[in-house]
């Protein structure tokens, strides 16, 4: 058992640093996807939030202050982020579709794992240069924020980050069964946007839409983790997202491992 903890622990490590290899070999892409986009997307929340207090001209809005919602605007953006796999799930399509599969599938590693380590090497080399800017704004404007709850907050938006993969798996097998499939990608990806709420606060929907998206799974990916380190909620959502995104993830799970058989059955009995 420890033999195979061990080849286990060093086959995703090595998968790991092919990823941050990979995208270092262009550090101009990397620095600009790692800073530069965030500090701008930063930018632009903190110009829309003074501009609606501005319009509203009102103290509070849905009992939370400006400084509130602005630290929201800077830490949605830098967490939504990390919870999402749009290049790796466009990747794993492609590799479908094209039947580029055949080398996975020679190689004593599942076709999940390998985008799976990818993704997590990625993530983690690109959060820790992206949390600069929203670490730097929230000092320069004395923002609400409870740093002690970061780990915790940061720690739950990359166990959603499992959702997210096998998500992007699950939709990587309907290349066996039709074309076009990367048009489900960019619908995915608006949804979970707007469910996470990234775009607005849940806290500012209607009551009956805030209470069932806070029963799913996908605020854990946005609005809870910064609602937890602004102060908006307590560790009660942070748990039951934990929970939310378990059960979901083994579903998930269950439906891509059905599908993946039965597409497989038939790309190696087409040959396809």
């Not at 796999?85 to 599938?105: D, K, P, R, T």
């Not at 499939?181 to 946007?193: A, E």
């Given at each position: 058992?420890?033999k195979?903890?061990i080849?286990?622990?060093?086959?995703?490590?090595?998968?790991?640093?092919?990823?941050?290899v990979s995208n270092?070999?262009y550090?101009?892409?990397?620095?600009?996807?790692?800073?530069?986009?965030?500090?701008?997307?930063?930018?632009?929340?903190?110009?829309?939030?003074?501009?609606?207090?501005?319009?509203?001209?009102?103290a509070?809005?849905?009992?939370?202050?400006?400084?509130?919602?602005?630290?929201y605007?800077?830490?949605?953006?830098?967490?939504g982020?990390?919870?999402?796999?749009?290049m790796?799930?466009?990747?794993?399509?492609?590799?479908?579709?094209?039947?580029?599969?055949?080398?996975?599938?020679?190689?004593?590693?599942s076709?999940?794992?390998?985008?799976l380590?990818?993704?997590?090497?990625?993530?983690?080399?690109?959060?820790?240069?992206?949390?600069?800017a929203?670490?730097a704004?929230?000092?320069i404007?004395?923002?609400?924020?409870?740093?002690?709850?970061?780990?915790i907050?940061?720690?739950?938006?990359f166990?959603?980050?499992?959702?997210?993969?096998?998500?992007?798996f699950v939709?990587?097998t309907?290349?066996?069964?039709?074309?076009?499939?990367?048009?489900?990608?960019?619908?995915?990806n608006?949804?979970?946007?707007?469910?996470?709420?990234?775009?607005?606060?849940?806290?500012?929907?209607?009551p009956?839409?805030?209470?069932f998206?806070?029963?799913?799974?996908?605020?854990a990916?946005?609005?809870?983790?910064?609602?937890?380190?602004?102060g908006?909620?307590?560790?009660?959502?942070?748990?039951q997202?934990?929970?939310?995104?378990?059960?979901?993830t083994?579903i998930?799970?269950?439906?891509?491992?059905?599908?993946?058989?039965?597409?497989?059955?038939s790309?190696t009995?087409?040959?396809?």
């Amino acid at each position: 058992m420890k033999k195979l903890f061990i080849a286990f622990w060093r086959r995703n490590l090595a998968f790991s640093e092919l990823a941050i290899v990979s995208n270092l070999e262009y550090r101009f892409n990397f620095f600009i996807d790692a800073f530069v986009q965030p500090l701008i997307t930063v930018g632009i929340e903190l110009l829309m939030w003074f501009a609606i207090f501005e319009a509203a001209n009102a103290a509070q809005i849905g009992g939370f202050g400006r400084e509130s919602y602005l630290a929201y605007g800077v830490w949605a953006p830098f967490l939504g982020r990390i919870a999402v796999s749009w290049m790796y799930e466009s990747m794993m399509v492609e590799e479908v579709a094209s039947g580029s599969i055949n080398v996975i599938l020679t190689r004593p590693i599942s076709f999940y794992e390998y985008y799976l380590s990818q993704l997590m090497g990625y993530k983690i080399a690109t959060t820790f240069i992206s949390m600069i800017a929203p670490l730097a704004v929230s000092l320069i404007f004395d923002l609400p924020i409870h740093y002690s709850r970061l780990p915790i907050a940061i720690g739950l938006v990359f166990y959603y980050l499992f959702l997210v993969h096998t998500l992007s798996f699950v939709i990587s097998t309907f290349a066996f069964y039709m074309t076009r499939v990367r048009s489900l990608t960019l619908v995915k990806n608006l949804t979970l946007w707007l469910l996470a709420g990234e775009l607005v606060p849940i806290d500012l929907m209607p009551p009956a839409i805030a209470k069932f998206l806070l029963l799913s799974p996908f605020p854990a990916g946005v609005y809870t983790p910064v609602a937890y380190i602004t102060g908006r909620v307590g560790s009660e959502l942070v748990l039951q997202s934990f929970i939310s995104v378990t059960i979901s993830t083994i579903i998930a799970i269950a439906i891509g491992a059905w599908l993946w058989r039965k597409g497989l059955q038939s790309y190696t009995g087409t040959g396809a």
